[in-house]
C-alpha cells in the first residue's frame, strides 16, 4: 500500500509541475500578444485553456482519490491537503493568463496598452513567467529554499505594479479613462499571478516541514 501511495503521489506532484509550466507558457504567450496586439496569439492562449482545465480535473480526482482510497494521515495527509490547495493556486495562473489574452482580444486592433507602459508589463510579464518556471521547479523537487525564493521575486513585480499606480495618479496621464481601466486590470492580473506562485512555494515549504512560512520569514529566507 505504501508504494502504491508513494507512486500515486509522485504522479500527481509530477502533474502539478507540468500544469505550473503550461501557466508560465500561457502567461508569456499573452504578454506577447498584449505588447504586440496579436489577436491570434491571444486566440492561442485562451483556445488552451481547455487543456489546463482538463488536467486541472485530472489532478483534483487523482488527490481526491488518495483521500478516499488511501486515508492518509499525519504527514501524507498534509501532503495530500497541500496537493489540493496548490491545484487550486495553479488554476488561477491559468485563469490571469487567460484574463490578460482577453484583453488583448476585447481590444484588438488596438493596443490594450499605451506605449509609454509597454517596458513595465514587458518586465513584469517575464518575472511572471521566471515565477511560473520556479512554481513548476519547486513542484517537482520540493526544494524548501527554492521555494522561498520564489518571495523574492514578487518582491520585483510588487515594486512595478505599485509604480504603475503612480503613473495613473500623475497629473500628466494623457491616456484616458479606458486605457487606465486596462493598465489597472493588468497589472493587477500580473501582480496576483505572482502571489498565487509565492502561496505555491508556501505550501511546499509547508509540505516538507511541517511548518506554513509567513511572509515575514519568507523575506528573511
Known amino acids: 500500500m505504501r508504494v502504491i501511495y508513494n507512486e500515486q503521489m509522485a504522479d500527481l506532484a509530477n502533474l502539478l509541475g507540468e500544469m505550473a509550466g503550461l501557466a508560465g507558457q500561457a502567461m508569456e504567450q499573452a504578454t506577447q500578444s498584449l505588447l504586440q496586439a496579436d489577436l491570434a496569439l491571444a486566440e492561442q492562449v485562451i483556445g488552451e485553456q481547455d487543456r489546463i482545465s482538463v488536467m486541472i480535473a485530472e489532478a483534483e480526482e487523482k488527490a481526491f482519490a488518495l483521500l478516499a482510497l488511501q486515508a492518509p494521515v499525519a504527514g501524507d495527509l498534509r501532503q ?50 521566471s515565477m511560473g518556471a520556479g512554481a513548476k521547479e519547486v513542484l517537482e523537487t520540493r526544494d524548501p529554499e527554492r521555494a522561498a525564493q520564489l518571495n523574492q521575486d514578487d518582491e520585483a513585480m510588487d515594486d512595478l505594479h505599485r509604480h504603475l499606480f503612480t503613473l495613473l495618479m500623475d497629473r500628466e496621464w494623457q491616456y484616458g479613462v479606458a486605457h ?32 506554513l512560512p509567513a511572509d515575514k520569514d519568507l523575506e528573511t529566507s
Open 80 to 129: 495530500v491537503v497541500s496537493a489540493i490547495q496548490i491545484v487550486n493556486d495553479v488554476n488561477r495562473m491559468g485563469a490571469l493568463a487567460l484574463h490578460v489574452a482577453k484583453v488583448t482580444r476585447r481590444r484588438h486592433p488596438a493596443h490594450a496598452l499605451p506605449e509609454s507602459v509597454n517596458g513595465y508589463f514587458a518586465e513584469m510579464g517575464r518575472i511572471a513567467v
Open 180 to 211: 487606465a481601466v486596462d493598465v489597472t486590470l493588468l497589472g493587477r492580473y500580473y501582480e496576483r499571478f505572482a502571489d498565487h506562485a509565492v502561496e505555491i512555494g508556501r505550501r511546499v515549504i509547508f509540505l516538507v516541514t511541517g511548518v
